[in-house]
């Protein structure tokens, strides 16, 4: 049964994450268009080297945005930020009814590249700060979930609806984000940081559903004093060894979920599926059924971090992934490179496909934004999560761009591999590095990262 007291967080949490939905429409809409537009005669017809840098150049957008919205953020609320994101989706649909030209869907995708990097950088922050310790890790994971239920939405209702049918539905979700996200509180973090402490107080008694916030409004203010004593810069992101160690895992965890390989497997699933040969299923079933589990997984999986622990869902996640990717990279080197009937071995298509959604919802999917908004103190937040999406934007990037060159001159099953490799390296970091963050409050974990300094450090 859910905690009344809780309700408020829940939907808080809900209403921005539809800002995530929105953009997970943005991000894999292309996927069920991409085999027709790369069809000559095709009324949609595009070449497959354009198609790639269409499918690749939003992440462009994305590396543009993080460090301006996450200073935006900081200087208008992190509230007023992500609702300045609905216009722009907005803008962008229109532009794809108005023109189908490659160099206005250019536009278009980097326009929706802008917005993605933008709630990235600060739907987790919104999040974490008006989230309570205990359910922290659940809330950061609903984050996942309305990602991928956005990309599910794409790939059913860009099978069965026209182009006009389909862009206008993708659109109906920015504006339903907007209504219902305009309702709820700016987060009382930005609040005490601007000096608000009224609003911040009633924000902070509105999330907890009016009970006694006394206490708590007392420690967040102090923490947040004690941060923003100094002012947030590029040398705090490093300026002792807990700084670097929050930065340096950060950036590890963002490399590693974006070249294991989602971004590529969610917008080229049809393509990919499309290689394999026979089974049970055909190549849209077999798209649909991806969006599906990765959608049920990240519900399952928003309720795991707080419980088996961030550090140990992240390890997990890493090696599982590795070894996913192993298989399906041996299953489409054997039926393309070696020309086996693959036929009697379909379970290790199926095997790894179900292992790589199940071990990248439960770690490296959902715990990227959560540790972000975690490890960074207030005062270097923004900055430090912009920065984070810039990485991640950079690696998705390569990784979007490399897929159809190592498919058309290598083989599909050599991306696999690669895959296969960066998770394995990933889950040796996270094993050295990362330390258990789960069930603390966003101020004792800094306490916590504080002990591990040396003295010398300390009074740096």
């Given at each position: ?7 408020r967080?829940?939907?808080a ?5 539809l800002?995530v939905m929105?953009?997970g429409?943005?991000?894999a ?6 085999l ?7 009324d949609?017809?595009?070449?497959k ?5 269409l499918?690749s150049v939003?992440?462009?957008?994305c590396?543009?945005a ?6 935006l953020?900081d200087r ?15 803008l ?15 536009i278009?995708?980097?326009l929706?590249g802008l ?6 950088t600060?739907?987790p922050m919104?999040?974490?700060?008006i ?8 809330l950061?994971?609903?984050?996942q ?9 794409v790939?059913i209702?860009?099978k ?14 920015a504006?339903?984000?907007?209504i219902?996200y ?8 930005y609040?005490l940081?601007?000096?608000k402490?009224n609003e911040?107080?009633a924000?902070?008694a ?5 009970r006694d ?13 004690e941060?923003?004593?100094?002012k ?18 950060v ?6 979920r ?5 971004p590529?497997?969610?917008?080229y ?5 499309a ?10 079933e077999?798209?649909i ?6 959608t ?10 707080d ?7 992240l390890?997990?996640?890493s ?9 399906l990279g041996?299953?489409?080197f ?6 086996i009937?693959?036929n ?5 298509l ?21 540790l ?6 207030s005062?270097t ?5 912009g ?5 991640a ?9 490399i897929?159809?060159?190592i ?12 895959y296969s490799?960066?998770?394995l390296?990933?889950?040796i970091l996270i094993?050295m ?9 966003l101020?004792q ?8 300094e040396?003295?010398?450090?300390q009074?740096?």
């Amino acid at each position: 049964m859910v905690n009344r007291a809780r309700l408020r967080q829940y939907f808080a949490s809900l209403a921005c994450n539809l800002s995530v939905m929105a953009s997970g429409t943005c991000f894999a809409w292309m996927e069920p268009l991409t085999l027709k537009m790369s069809t000559e005669g095709s009324d949609i017809y595009i070449n497959k080297e354009t198609v790639s840098w269409l499918v690749s150049v939003i992440e462009v957008g994305c590396i543009l945005a993080p460090i301006p919205s996450g200073l935006l953020a900081d200087r208008f609320g992190r509230k007023m930020v992500l609702l300045s994101t609905s216009p722009i989706i907005l803008l962008s649909w229109l532009l794809v009814l108005f023109s189908w030209s490659w160099e206005m869907l250019t536009i278009v995708r980097m326009l929706q590249g802008l917005a993605i990097g933008t709630v990235f950088t600060v739907a987790p922050m919104y999040i974490a700060e008006i989230s309570e310790p205990e359910i922290r890790g659940q809330l950061s994971g609903h984050f996942q979930t309305t990602w991928y239920l956005g990309i599910l939405y794409v790939y059913i209702a860009g099978k069965l609806l026209s182009l006009d049918e389909y862009i206008a539905i993708c659109l109906a979700i920015a504006v339903l984000f907007a209504i219902v996200y305009f309702n709820v509180p700016e987060s009382p973090y930005y609040l005490l940081m601007r000096g608000k402490d009224n609003e911040a107080a009633a924000a902070l008694a509105w999330c907890r559903s009016n009970r006694d916030t006394k206490d708590e409004f007392e420690d967040l203010k102090k923490s947040v004093n004690e941060d923003m004593s100094n002012k947030g810069g590029w040398k705090d992101l490093f300026a002792t060894q807990k700084d670097r160690k929050a930065f340096f895992l950060v950036q590890v965890v963002c490399i590693t979920r974006f070249m294991t390989g989602m971004p590529s497997l969610v917008n080229y699933a049809t393509e990919t599926f499309a290689e394999s040969s026979g089974g049970l299923f055909t190549k849209d079933e077999l798209t649909i059924a991806l969006g599906t589990l990765l959608t049920l997984i990240a519900v399952l999986s928003a309720f795991l971090s707080d419980y088996f622990g961030r550090r140990t869902l992240l390890l997990w996640s890493s090696f599982g992934c590795a070894v996913s990717h192993f298989i399906l990279g041996l299953y489409y080197f054997m039926y393309s490179s070696m020309h086996i009937d693959v036929n009697p071995y379909s379970w290790a298509l199926y095997s790894g496909l179900i292992g790589f959604c199940f071990f990248s919802d439960i770690g490296l999917g959902p715990l990227m934004q959560t540790l972000q908004a975690e490890l960074f103190p207030s005062n270097t937040r923004a900055l430090g999560g912009g920065i984070s999406e810039v990485t991640a934007a950079a690696a998705s990037f390569v990784n979007l761009k490399i897929y159809q060159p190592i498919t058309d001159n290598i083989g599909l099953y050599f991306n696999f591999w690669i895959y296969s490799i960066f998770s394995l390296a990933g889950a040796i970091l996270i094993w050295m590095y990362a330390a258990e963050t789960a069930g603390k409050s966003l101020a004792q974990i800094q306490v916590d990262l504080k002990k591990e300094e040396t003295p010398e450090e300390q009074s740096f």
